[in-house]
């Protein structure tokens, strides 16, 4: 997943450099969101999806906004969608942009707003889900209070919330546990994730995505944090050789659109969306699970693996040792340290949220 960059300025100058980043030719067609042709053409969306090249963007997001929408409003309605990986636009600015209406739809990671708003990714807190179930019991606690802080402080409405595969451990020497992380480097794309290999004894490297194989290939990190499909899809059975089976996160993201943009948008496209983006979620998530297991079936070369490149990778399997140590280290480590990044506001919300949900209460001073 795309790395945690530094935090967000929002002075006038660092939004220029932005606009240089994403380039004049981008901003003219997303800033737009809803671009009206002629009386009798129909309205065409401009939409930033997630990442390019993964299941989520290719099999989902890109067929439903270039086709269906066409296809269920009669073609009333279209839509244009770039990932946001090749628009130039950094993750960790695309809250702002939609803030801001520069981009008004658009994809964000939970893991790139670590450095500026930590209480938005208490679902997906590295250690916290150890299966797609305890995710999606997180992310049902959490998510009225997301939605409503999205909406009230940032002028955003959450239409969605989509997930990635399990992000797990590739290592290209033998690996025979969470313990044999110790004084590996590890690329990670989370504060939380560094918080983890941290305890473990490992080196955490914050690495974007596209980073991942350079990063392997000149030895800068022993071990990656990944999809298990999406390592898959990078090739890391050629360059790794053990993948263990134990989600440390999953890779949470939000699609949402700019208030503004959204109230602006025809009420008859406004209740189509409201009525298919659930069921395109649902899709994401059905097909993120298959993906998880899909991933450890091509990695090692199993007969059942279907879409992926077969790999002969030893998989991992999660021991007892391996979870009473997940948990040692969500109690003790990640989850004081992001309640001390998030301050005093995040106890209460970890409270009255994810905390009696997960029954795991907010950690007592010594």
């Known amino acids: 997943m795309a790395g945690t960059m530094h935090t967000l ?8 450099r932005l606009m240089l980043l994403m380039g004049v030719a981008l901003l003219l067609c997303v800033s737009q969101g809803l671009a009206q042709t002629p009386a009798s053409a129909p309205y065409k969306l401009r939409v930033v999806g997630g990442l390019a090249a993964l299941s989520q963007f290719t099999r989902w997001e890109e067929p439903f906004w270039t ?6 409003s009669g073609g009333k ?22 803030q801001l209406g520069v981009v008004p739809f658009g994809t964000t990671l939970l893991s790139s707003l670590s450095g500026q708003y930590p209480q938005y990714t208490a679902p997906d807190l590295a250690g916290l889900n150890p299966d797609i179930a305890s995710l999606k019991v997180s992310l049902a606690a959490f998510r009225p209070y997301l939605e409503k802080a999205l909406r009230e402080q940032h002028g955003v409405e959450a239409l969605a919330i989509y997930t990635y595969p399990a992000q797990v451990v590739f290592c290209r020497k033998p690996l025979s546990g969470l313990a044999d992380l110790t004084g590996r480097r590890v690329r990670v794309s989370s504060v939380g994730q560094a918080d983890f290999v941290g305890a473990l004894g490992g080196v955490a490297v914050n690495t974007a995505f596209g980073e991942i194989v350079p990063s392997l290939q000149n030895g800068n990190v022993d071990c990656v944090i990944t999809g298990s499909m999406s390592g898959n899809t990078l090739g890391l059975p050629t360059l790794t050789s053990h993948v263990h089976t134990m989600p440390l996160t ?8 700019n208030r503004a943009a959204w109230e602006a948008l025809p009420p008859d496209l406004r209740a189509l969306l409201r009525r298919e983006l659930p069921r395109l979620e649902a899709s994401i998530w059905d097909e993120s699970e298959r993906d998880t297991a899909e ?6 070369g199993l007969p059942t693996c279907s879409v992926g490149r077969k790999g002969s990778m030893v998989v991992v399997p999660v021991s007892p040792q391996d979870e009473r140590r ?33 029954s795991v209460a907010v950690p007592t001073a010594p």
């Open 9 to 16: 300025r929002t002075a006038p100058c660092r939004l220029l």
């Open 67 to 72: 086709r269906e929408l066409s296809r269920l």
């Open 77 to 98: 309605y279209s839509a244009d969608i770039v990932p946001f990986d090749r628009a130039g636009i950094p993750g960790v600015e695309m809250l702002r942009l939609l």
């Open 250 to 257: 999953w890779g949470l993201a939000i699609f949402g659109a």
């Open 295 to 300: 991933g450890f079936a091509c990695n090692s």
């Open 326 to 358: 997940r948990q040692e280290i969500f109690a003790s480590t990640v989850l004081p340290r992001w309640l001390k990044r998030c301050g005093a506001r995040c106890n209460d919300i970890w409270s009255q949220t994810i905390g009696p949900a997960r």
